[in-house]
């Protein structure tokens, strides 16, 4: 027989994001929010030997609804035009070395076909020694052929963007229903041919229930992916549903699947990512501290002391037609990077404290420490929920200049700049 609960079950959703999560989370929001660009010439490319490399291939088919990124409806004539800018411009770049990793985001990447993308990656070889070469992938676009084809040029992981298996969920945001259905089979080819997996998934879509959540990452479990992604619905200025429910539903969900998750064999290796085995695959953490190069329109580069963005597509293809480099660049501000580098602590689940923080950091960590938040160097349950809404606030806050004026000292000049060269 069942034994009585002794205490009532908590309330989903009820639990209370403490003052100093709050406070942290406004802190770093503050000195992000102080970085602001200027759209000019791009500084001299000035990169170590050592570098990430991402490339951002802009064209989607239909844009989703919850999706902030940067991107265009695809068009062939764009599309070609776009092919050759990106070659010249990783040729004419200068810039060479140690590729830690290679990452092609979107946009959706594999509107490319996979000769386009090996075209790109050929060039990239005569620069970079390539680590891992990995894509972010939209599944309903997915053939086995193609996932041959890509790891015969040399794609050692992949990311599918998966999102939700409820039709009411994909159906609201825009995509096509029919693609999440073949997921075990594309991640068992994928799996078969070396590849190694990632899925995303979202917490927090319009239409979507905590019980479908759960659903999901339950049937996510069966297919067995390498790793599994599960973000919380991020509100960055482009996206058009609200959530369906709050930061702290959201976070109570993702520890919920947490457990379902270590039941089937994932081990924890950051905030929102679960995996087998020590790989993990995540760019955008390495783009909290580590200096990468960005091609294509609206990617980032971090270099010497500047930060850098591409413009979007059309002021980028003209740039590159007629030999220019004009850009979104800002200095490097010495005290976001060290937030930058904190957050990037606790989003991998520690605390260790590193000699390059300044003093003030150490500090901070040790009043976590004494307010239970970690132990020993490691996050206790009330840090977790501090990482989770910190780590959202941080990235909801990055300044992306394009189509976010209070970013941009000269966004006027910059508009004037674009409807000349469209
Ligand atoms: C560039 S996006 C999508 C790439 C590709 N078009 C696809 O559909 O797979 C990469 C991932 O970011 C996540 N993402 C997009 N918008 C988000 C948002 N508003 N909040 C949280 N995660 C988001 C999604 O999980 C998505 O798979």
């Known amino acids: 027989m069942k034994e009585p609960a002794t205490e009532p079950a908590p309330q989903r959703g009820k639990g209370t994001v403490s003052m100093i999560t709050k406070r942290s989370a406004l802190m770093m929001r503050r000195s992000f929010e102080k970085q602001t660009y200027r759209f000019t010439q791009a500084p001299p490319a000035q ?18 609804s919850f999706c902030p990124f940067y991107k265009e409806l695809f068009s062939e004539e764009l599309k070609n035009r776009y092919l050759t800018a990106i070659l010249k411009e990783i040729d004419d770049s200068g810039i ?29 070889r005569v620069k970079f020694n390539i680590g891992s070469l990995g894509i972010e992938l939209l599944p309903s676009l997915l053939t086995d052929c193609y996932l041959r084809d890509l790891r015969r040029i040399g794609f050692t992981k992949i990311s599918l963007g998966v999102e939700s298996f409820s039709g009411e969920v994909i159906g609201k945001t825009g995509r096509k229903l029919s693609a999440c259905r073949f997921i075990d089979e594309l991640v068992e080819t994928a799996a078969s041919l070396g590849l190694w997996v990632n899925v995303d998934m979202m917490v927090g879509l319009a239409n979507q229930s905590a019980e479908s959540f759960i659903d999901d990452i339950h049937e996510l479990t069966a297919t067995r992916p390498s790793q599994i992604t599960i973000y919380p619905y991020m509100v960055i200025q482009g996206v058009k549903d609200t ?17 379902i998750l270590k039941q ?42 500047w930060k850098v963005v591409n413009p979007e597509l059309g002021i980028y293809l003209s740039n590159l037609e007629h030999n220019r480099r004009l850009a979104f ?35 901070f960590l040790l009043l976590l420490k004494a307010t239970g938040y970690s132990r020993g160097n490691n996050l206790t349950p009330k840090g977790l929920m501090f990482a989770h809404h910190v780590t959202k606030s ?29």
């Open 47 to 64: 990169f170590g030997n050592f570098l990430g490399v991402y490339l951002h291939v802009p064209f989607c088919y239909r844009m989703c």
């Open 96 to 124: 060479h070395g140690q590729a830690k990793w290679v990452y092609f985001g979107g946009g959706t990447p594999n509107t490319l076909s996979v000769k386009e993308l090996a075209g790109i990656v050929d060039h990239l």
């Open 243 to 259: 959530p369906s429910m709050s930061d702290q539903e959201q976070f109570e969900l993702i520890e919920q699947a947490a457990g």
């Open 264 to 305: 089937a064999g994932y081990a924890r290796k950051g905030v929102w990512i679960f995996a087998q085995g020590d790989d993990v695959y995540d760019s955008s953490r390495d783009e909290l501290t580590q200096d990468y190069v960005g091609f294509g329109p609206a990617a980032f580069s971090t270099c010497g002391n």
């Open 329 to 363: 660049v800002a200095p490097k501000a010495p005290a976001a990077d060290e937030w930058r580098g904190f957050a990037r602590m606790i989003y991998d689940l520690h605390t260790k404290p590193d000699h390059r923080f300044p003093f003030y950091i150490r500090v």
């Open 394 to 422: 941080v990235v909801e806050s990055l300044p992306f200049p394009i189509q976010n004026p209070a970013a941009v000292e000269n966004y006027q000049e910059y508009l004037t700049y674009k409807q000349k060269s469209n």
